[in-house]
């Protein structure tokens, strides 16, 4: 292979590290998330998800299909603190890394002096013994195939794709599987009789542009195995946001300022340690019947302000129109940039 990618993932992260810290939850269905009863599930362990346990599932639904699941709450700061262990580890093999998320990342080992499974094995053997919690490695020619093998042996597996493996691995697969595939996209192939990658096949380049849009080549390539993304070193950060799921719906818009003036205050903080300024607020609600309703102003400067951002976020709050009492509320502020000189406002 003349690029060599891996792609690493620890093991339900949140509930690992819970059943870490707490030897007696080992072995046992641990829910991070959803303590409450309105709360929502962030991730579970491995003998959760047997009962069909997912990250973003309802409370209430969870409790439903594993009563015997223990809820814990989440504790950000520690996980903060056992993934920066683990990307201290992968940094002392390489400084093309591309984190995803707080528990994942792509890496290039391509100029690493280890074989490639040697190098997993020898990734996956030090966080076991230094930080104790396992991950799942994948490794290949691309981004695409890096992260479809790390996924491959869940939990604690290891898979290398070569390209002589194109494309008789990736046929019988799912299209859900396809980089790039969004719920609807699947839906939509589903409803014309195209249900794996080898259905996959039969379509033109011209119909995948047509059908997909502006990423149809990028869909029609995957599929043969072609990626061509690198791994970015400093990967774009688009938004930085805090939402809450409400104890109890609020139709008031007056009562639901106190979560916006808060949000404003967390985000401002986490945007002046980043160095990070942004120019577009948006505010996003979730109504007691499960819609969805978000609405944005893009300003004619950057600031990483509290004042700012919360005068904003109110007033696009009092602009929009909702007929139902409110069951979430949420933050956001997005393009971003690291300008190191702020604008002067009238503010």
């Known amino acids: 292979m003349d690029r060599v990618i891996m792609h690493v993932d620890i093991d339900a992260f949140f509930a690992s590290v819970e059943q870490l810290d707490n030897p007696e939850l080992k072995g046992?269905?641990?829910?991070?998330g959803g303590v409450g009863e309105r709360g929502v599930v962030a991730t579970a362990s491995y003998e959760a998800r047997k009962y069909g346990v997912h990250s973003a599932m309802p409370a209430f639904k969870a409790r439903q299909i594993c009563p015997m699941g223990i809820f814990?709450?989440?504790r950000h700061e520690r996980y903060r603190e056992v993934s920066n262990e683990v990307f201290k580890m992968l940094y002392s093999l390489t400084a093309i890394i591309e984190p995803l998320s707080i528990d994942e990342a792509y890496m290039d080992?391509?100029?690493v002096n280890m074989e490639p499974l040697e190098c997993a094995k020898f990734i996956k053997r030090n966080i076991k013994e230094k930080v104790g919690l396992t991950v799942s490695a994948g490794v290949s020619y691309n981004k695409f195939l890096a992260k479809l093998a790390s996924d491959w042996n869940k939990p604690d597996g290891i898979t290398i794709i070569t390209e002589d493996m194109i494309p008789d691995i990736l046929k019988p697969l799912p299209v859900s599987k396809v980089h790039g595939m969004g719920k609807k996209s699947v839906e939509?192939?589903?409803?014309?009789?195209?249900?794996?990658?080898?259905?996959?096949?039969?379509l033109s380049k011209e119909f995948c542009i047509e059908y997909f849009g502006k990423f149809g080549v990028e869909i029609y390539d995957r599929i043969r195995g072609i990626d061509t993304r690198e791994v970015e070193v400093l990967r774009e950060r688009?938004?930085?946001?805090?939402?809450?799921?409400?104890?109890?719906?609020l139709s008031n818009k007056e009562d639901m300022k106190k979560y916006l003036e808060y949000f404003s205050e967390?985000?401002?903080e986490t945007l002046k340690n980043k160095n990070i300024w942004g120019k577009t607020i948006t505010v996003k609600i979730k109504t007691s019947k499960f819609a969805n309703h978000t609405k944005g102003k893009t300003i004619n400067y950057y600031t990483n302000?509290?004042?700012e951002i919360y005068k904003i976020a109110y007033e696009i709050l009092r602009d929009m129109e909702i007929e139902d009492s409110i069951r979430l509320i949420g933050l956001t502020v997005s393009t971003l940039t690291e300008n190191k000189v702020e604008q002067l406002t009238f503010f």
């Open 266 to 268: 967390e985000v401002s």
């Open 188 to 202: 939509k192939m589903n409803n014309i009789g195209i249900f794996t990658i080898e259905d996959m096949y039969n």
């Open 305 to 307: 302000n509290k004042d």
């Open 28 to 32: 046992k269905p641990v829910i991070v």
């Open 238 to 249: 688009k938004s930085i946001g805090r939402e809450t799921t409400l104890k109890k719906d």
């Open 72 to 74: 814990v709450p989440t």
């Open 109 to 111: 080992i391509t100029k």
